[in-house]
């Protein structure tokens, strides 16, 4: 007889990182995992997944998970048919874009995945050959054929102004010199607004003044 992992004490354990994300506390999870909120394509409820996270780039940023299901997990499925989906990820949140990677992006961030949990080598292995039904060895062949049974899929920022993201925040406090159409100089200290750290919302436009300090955000 299956266990229901939606029942009982075991449901909490599936479900926990999700509630790490409710309670703001998706911090502890940093890089390593994102939630996703989407829509359901039929019931038309709003669901969230927990995802692993195989590459994280943060200039940009943005986030590359395996669809562990193929083409037919239900979360792909769900923002292929809506297109609104919206990501956590650390102590970021914001209205997200996707995209899948071309077969040499993914073969990249794969074998770049590998080689950061050599340690875990044979787990991944084992857990990536239940998936695809298939003994996966890490060759390059393999990856190939991983890939294309397994979309590896990017997820970004719709407007990476509208994002609050502790990656930005190292600029805080710092200035430099910046100079007006005269020529005269002027210092430009960074400084983010506190009502900016948790909300989506545009940057104070920066103001032109001429031989005085400017304070502008950080976000600009």
């Not at 084992?126 to 899929?153: C, F, K, M, N």
Request: charged share 25%; with cysteine.
């Amino acid at each position: 007889m299956g266990i229901n992992p939606k029942k009982g004490v075991l449901g909490y354990v599936f479900r926990a990182p999700v509630y790490l994300y409710r309670w703001h506390l998706g911090g502890l999870l940093g890089h390593r995992f994102l939630l996703l909120s989407h829509t359901g394509r039929r019931s038309g409820l709003r669901r969230q997944t927990v995802l692993e996270v195989i590459r994280y780039l943060p200039t940009i940023p943005e986030a590359v998970v395996m669809s562990g299901f193929g083409r037919k997990s239900d979360w792909l499925q769900n923002i292929e048919a809506n297109e609104d989906e919206e990501i956590s990820i650390a102590s970021m949140h914001f209205k997200a874009s996707h995209r899948f990677l071309s077969e040499s992006e993914a073969e990249s961030a794969l074998r770049d995945y590998e080689n950061r949990n050599r340690l875990m080598a044979p787990v991944v292995r084992r857990v990536l050959s239940a998936l695809l039904g298939w003994e996966y060895t890490g060759s390059s062949d393999d990856r190939r054929r991983l890939i294309a049974q397994l979309p590896l899929v990017a997820f970004r920022p719709t407007d990476a102004r509208q994002f609050s993201s502790p990656d930005r925040r190292r600029y805080e406090g710092q200035s430099r010199i910046v100079h007006d159409k005269e020529g005269r100089s002027n210092r430009l200290h960074l400084r983010q607004q506190p009502w900016q750290r948790n909300a989506m919302q545009r940057p104070v436009p920066l103001t032109r003044t001429t031989g005085q300090v400017i304070t502008c955000n950080a976000l600009a």
